[in-house]
C-alpha cells in the first residue's frame, strides 16, 4: 500500500511538473512570437526614422523635418499599441519567462510599450512640437552688426575677444533664440507631463529616469554627494579664474565680472587662464587622419564610419555634434562642424567614441538589446577618448611633439583638464536641477529660477535687470530632455575605466600620462567587456562585470578633486 502511494504521488508530481513545463513552454514561444512580429515592423521603421533624421539634421530643409517627424510618429503608434502592452504584461506577470536573454528583452519591451497608456495624440502632438522646435534652432544665427554668425564664430569672439563691449554683443545675440523657442519649450514640457501623468508618474522628469532603469531619488543622492565633492574644490578654481580675469581685461575688481567673460556661452566649458596654447598643436592638421590613425591604433578603426560621416559647416545644417547608429547592424555616422582646433578635436574624439561602442555591440543579440548598457555608459566611453585631446602625452603620440615639448605643456595641460572638470561639473548641476524643477513646475519664473542656479553652482552674477529665457538657449533643455545628468555620470565612468585599463592592462601606476595609442589590448577589453554586452545586463551588472565594482565616483575624485 505505502508503494502504491508513493507511485501515485510520483506520477502526480511528474504531472505537474510537465505541466508546469508545458505552460512555460507555451508561454515562451508566446513571447517569441510577438517578439518576431513587432520586429518585422520596427526595424525597418527604425532604420528609416533614424536616416530621415539625419538627413534633416544635414539639410535643415523643411521637408526633410517633415519626413523625419512622420516617421517619429509611426514610432509613437508602433509604441503605443494598447493590445501589445496587454499581451507583455500577461507574459510579465505570469513569471513564466526565466531565459535570461528573453526576460531582459520582455523588461526592455514592456519599458518601452507603458508608452500605451499614454493618449497617441498627446505623443503625436510632443513629436511635432519638438520637430518645430529643432527648425527654429537649427535656422537660427546670432547677428551682430548685419553680420550673421555660426555658433563657432560666437565662441570663437567670446574665447579670443578682449574687448568685453564686443563680448556682450555677441552674448547677447546668441541669447535672442530664448525668446524665438521659450513659449513653444513651455508648452513642450507640459504636454510632456501630461503623458507622464498618463502613465502614472508625478511628471516627465521622474519618467523618464525610471523608464531608463534609473531610480529618480537615487540620482539625485548622487547630485548631492557629487555637488558636496566638488563644491570646495571649484571654489578654489572659480577664484583662480576670477583672478586671472581681472588682470586680462584690466578691472578693478571681480564684482565687474559677467557671465560673457568667461569665454563661452554658458560658463560649460573651462576658459583658457593657463599659459597653454594647445590650438597650436591641431592647426593645420587633418583631425579626420588623427581620429583614424588613433582609433585604428587601439583595434577600433573608423574608416568605413568616417566616410558616411558630415563633418564640416554648412547652411542650414545642425551646428551641434551627434553621433547616430542609423540601423544597428553598421550604419554608424557622426555629424560635426569641425575646425582644426583643440576643442574640435576633442569632439571628435568624442562622437567616434560612441561609433566604436554601437560598433562593438554584439550583432547577434535580439535587435531590442543592440544597444548601449545605458546611455551614460556610451557617453563614459566619449567623454574618456575627448579627454585626450588635452592630455601631454596623446598629443606627443598622435601629433608628434618632442618629450621636451611634452614636459613643458605638461603641468598646465593636467591642471587645464582639471579646471575642465570641475567646470563641466557644476554646470551638469545646474543643468539637472533646472530641468528637474522645471518639470515639476513649469509655471514658476524660469527666467529667476536659471540665474538663480547659476550663481548657486556657477558662481556666475546675473546680468543687472535681465528677464529673458536665457534657459531656453541650451538646445538640450528642449531636444534632449532630462539627458545631461548622465554626462556627468558618464564622467564618473570614464575615469572608473580608465583607472581600471591603466592598471589592469597598462600595468602601470602612472595615471597622468596615459594615452592608450598604439595599445590593441585596450579595443579588446572595451570591445569583450563594455562594447559587445549591448543592453544584456542592468547597466550597473555591466560595469561591475568589466571594472570589479558598481559605478563609483571615487575615481572620479582622485583624478580631478583632491
Not at 508513493?6 to 508566446?30: D, F, H, P, R, Y
Not at 521637408?63 to 517627424?69: A, I, P, V
Not at 574665447?159 to 568685453?164: A, E, L, R, T
Not at 566638488?230 to 572659480?238: G, I, L, R, W
Amino acid at each position: 500500500m505505502k508503494n502504491l502511494k508513493a507511485l501515485l504521488l510520483l506520477i502526480m508530481s511528474a504531472t505537474l511538473i510537465m505541466g508546469c513545463q508545458s505552460k512555460q513552454e507555451k508561454v515562451n514561444k508566446e513571447l517569441i512570437r510577438f517578439i518576431k512580429k513587432f520586429d518585422s515592423v520596427y526595424i525597418p521603421l527604425y532604420k528609416s526614422s533614424n536616416l530621415a533624421s539625419w538627413n534633416a539634421s544635414v539639410s535643415g530643409k523643411p521637408d526633410d523635418f517633415k519626413k523625419s517627424e512622420d516617421l517619429q510618429m509611426q514610432l509613437v503608434k508602433l509604441w503605443a499599441d494598447k493590445e501589445s502592452l496587454k499581451k507583455l504584461e500577461k507574459i510579465r506577470v505570469s513569471g513564466m519567462i526565466t531565459d535570461s536573454l528573453l526576460a531582459r528583452q520582455l523588461d526592455v519591451l514592456f519599458r518601452n510599450f507603458l508608452m500605451a497608456k499614454a493618449d497617441t495624440a498627446k505623443l503625436n502632438a510632443t513629436v511635432r512640437m519638438s520637430s518645430m522646435i529643432e527648425q527654429k534652432y537649427g535656422n537660427f544665427r546670432a547677428e551682430v552688426k548685419g553680420k550673421k554668425l555660426t555658433d563657432n564664430e560666437v565662441e570663437d569672439i567670446l574665447k579670443h575677444s578682449k574687448d568685453i563691449n564686443a563680448q556682450k554683443e555677441v552674448w547677447n545675440a546668441q541669447k535672442k533664440i530664448g525668446p524665438v523657442v521659450a513659449a513653444d519649450i513651455i508648452a513642450l514640457v507640459k504636454k510632456r507631463n501630461e503623458v507622464a501623468k498618463d502613465l502614472g508618474f508625478s511628471n516627465y522628469h521622474e519618467m523618464s529616469l525610471t523608464l531608463g532603469e534609473q531610480d529618480p531619488k537615487e540620482i539625485s543622492r548622487l547630485f548631492e554627494q557629487l555637488d558636496s565633492l566638488t563644491s570646495s574644490a571649484f571654489a578654489e578654481v572659480k577664484g583662480e579664474i576670477d583672478d586671472y580675469f581681472v588682470k586680462y581685461y584690466s578691472l578693478k575688481s571681480k564684482d565687474e565680472l559677467r557671465p560673457w567673460n568667461y569665454q563661452n556661452r554658458f560658463f560649460q566649458e573651462a576658459p583658457k587662464i593657463y599659459d597653454l596654447d594647445l590650438d597650436k598643436y591641431y592647426q593645420g592638421k587633418d583631425l579626420e587622419s588623427i581620429d583614424k590613425s588613433y582609433y585604428a591604433g587601439i583595434g577600433l578603426p573608423i574608416d568605413d564610419m568616417i566616410k558616411k560621416s558630415d563633418l564640416y559647416a554648412k547652411a542650414g545644417k545642425n551646428q551641434h555634434a551627434f553621433c547616430s547608429d542609423i540601423d544597428r547592424e553598421g550604419d554608424i555616422r557622426v555629424l560635426c562642424n569641425i575646425v582644426p582646433n583643440e576643442i574640435w578635436m576633442g569632439t571628435m574624439l568624442h562622437e567616434f567614441g560612441h561609433a566604436v561602442y554601437f560598433r562593438g555591440i554584439d550583432h547577434n543579440l535580439p535587435f531590442i538589446l543592440r544597444d548601449a548598457a545605458h546611455t551614460f555608459t556610451t557617453e563614459a566611453i566619449a567623454e574618456m577618448f575627448g579627454r585626450f585631446s588635452t592630455n601631454p602625452q596623446w598629443i606627443k603620440d598622435m601629433t608628434g611633439i618632442s618629450d621636451e615639448e611634452k614636459m613643458k605643456i605638461a603641468d598646465n595641460s593636467l591642471k587645464t583638464l582639471r579646471i575642465q572638470q570641475l567646470v563641466f561639473s557644476r554646470w551638469a548641476q545646474l543643468m539637472y536641477r533646472f530641468e528637474k524643477s522645471m518639470y515639476e513646475n513649469p509655471d514658476q519664473d524660469l527666467n529667476k529660477l536659471w540665474w538663480d542656479m547659476a550663481e548657486k553652482y556657477q558662481g556666475l552674477k546675473r546680468p543687472e535687470g535681465r528677464n529673458e529665457p536665457d534657459w531656453a538657449t541650451k538646445i538640450h533643455i528642449a531636444l534632449y530632455p532630462c539627458y545631461y545628468h548622465n554626462y556627468l555620470l558618464g564622467e564618473l565612468l570614464a575615469s572608473q575605466l580608465y583607472y581600471y585599463m591603466t592598471t589592469n592592462i597598462i600595468k602601470s601606476d602612472d595615471y597622468k600620462f596615459q594615452s592608450f595609442a598604439g595599445n590593441k589590448e585596450i579595443g579588446n577589453y572595451l570591445k569583450t567587456k563594455v562594447f559587445s554586452p549591448g543592453l544584456k545586463y542592468y547597466w550597473n551588472d555591466m560595469i561591475e562585470k568589466a571594472t570589479g565594482e558598481k559605478l563609483t565616483p571615487k575615481y572620479y575624485a582622485k583624478q580631478f578633486v583632491k
